[in-house]
């Protein structure tokens, strides 16, 4: 059975950091390569980090890339969004999710199409 939350989001300065949790069970981590989504008020979603499930390789997308790392942690069963350098553009809700997997590593593309949690939201604002 699927399960992931997110949580972390909050208020930041432009420049600042931010650190996202995903909170996933053993079967989810242990069987998917998990994706960091965000969606922009009045924009599409778009995938912007992934991690492998075995192989913990990680893509990022081109807008995030060198600011933001995703990593995780089996044994408290959490994937992480560290987010430095923010802009107000990465303003939006964020979400986590199983993504598609990629020998080695994975795709920054949703495994299925209508799983998404809650969501936590990312405001860049000075």
């Known amino acids: 059975q699927l399960q992931l939350v997110e949580s972390g989001g909050g208020l930041v300065q432009p420049g600042g950091s931010l650190t996202l949790a995903c909170t996933v069970n053993?079967?989810?981590?242990?069987?998917?390569?998990i994706g960091w989504f965000r969606q922009a008020a009045g924009k599409e979603r778009e995938g912007i980090s992934c991690?492998?499930?075995?192989?913990?390789?990680?893509d990022y997308a081109d807008s995030v890339k060198g600011r933001f790392t995703t990593s995780k942690d089996n044994a408290k069963n959490t994937v992480y969004l560290q987010m430095n350098s923010l802009k107000t553009e990465d303003t939006g809700v964020y979400y986590c999710?199983?993504?598609?997997?990629?020998?080695?590593?994975?795709?920054?593309?949703?495994?299925?199409?209508?799983?998404w949690g809650q969501g936590t939201q990312v405001t860049v604002s000075s």
């Open positions: 999710a199983p993504v598609i997997p990629k020998q080695p590593g994975c795709l920054m593309s949703p495994y299925f199409d209508d799983y």
């Open positions: 053993k079967f989810t981590l242990n069987t998917f390569s």
């Open positions: 991690i492998g499930s075995s192989s913990g390789i990680t």
